[in-house]
């Protein structure tokens, strides 16, 4: 968890969200990867998306940390362990400066059982999500890229997988960006979920 999350968000928020990035991206270089950013449906790591920066509002960041040189050279990196990412020097500095919050409308995850998996989706009814992350820059990227938090699932969800995000409620929002780490003790917990035929 999480590998992939979805945005059917339609709210007034969503197209203010929206709307504030498409201002903030003028210039033709900019332009290019506006069309590139992903505002609705299946979000796939890689993906361009809408991510909430600190103060600094709403910005396009590219989903997975890129490894350095050697074993997965290349390869994206598109979670972190919320236990121990203050320990890990890849999220370390990221952690503590940089803190970002991705908004969803809920995410996908897979049981598995032997050789089936069963895709479920995961939600908040009526309310969007919004997932802690921390960001970096990555050499030769002119955006921002950004991991999810992930935690260990709560019993109601934990036939599912063994992991989940680490949802802010709307009341941790300004404590998470600020660098407090006990808007993570008050994520959200409870998620309704179904699953995908």
């Known amino acids: 968890m ?3 999350y979805y945005i059917e968000i339609d ?3 969503w197209q203010e969200i929206v709307s ?46 890129i490894l350095p040189g050697g074993k997965g050279k290349g390869r994206a990196v ?3 362990r919320s236990e ?12 503590t400066e940089r803190r970002c919050l991705i908004p969803a409308s809920g995410y996908y995850e897979w049981q598995k059982s032997g050789s089936k998996k069963t895709k479920y989706q ?18 030769n990227s002119p955006l921002h890229h950004f991991v999810i938090l992930t935690r260990q699932a709560v019993d109601s969800i934990g036939f599912i997988h063994d992991r989940m995000p ?7 929002v300004d404590a998470w960006l600020n660098g ?14 179904e699953q995908v035929f």
């Open 2 to 4: 999480c590998g992939r």
């Open 11 to 13: 709210e007034i928020e």
């Open 20 to 65: 504030e990035i498409e201002e903030r991206m003028k210039d033709e270089y900019e332009q290019m990867y506006l069309k590139l950013l992903k505002t609705r449906g299946e979000i796939f790591p890689s993906d361009i998306v809408p991510v909430r920066a600190g103060p600094g509002g709403y910005e396009p960041m590219k989903w997975g940390f």
């Open 78 to 80: 598109i979670n972190a």
């Open 84 to 95: 121990t990412a203050l320990e890990k020097p890849m999220f370390r500095q990221s952690m």
């Open 122 to 139: 995961l939600y908040l009814p009526d309310n969007p999500i919004y997932f802690a992350g921390c960001y970096r820059q990555e050499r």
């Open 166 to 172: 680490v949802i802010i409620p709307p009341n941790g």
């Open 180 to 193: 407090s780490l006990g808007a993570m003790e008050d994520a959200t917990t409870e998620l309704s979920y």
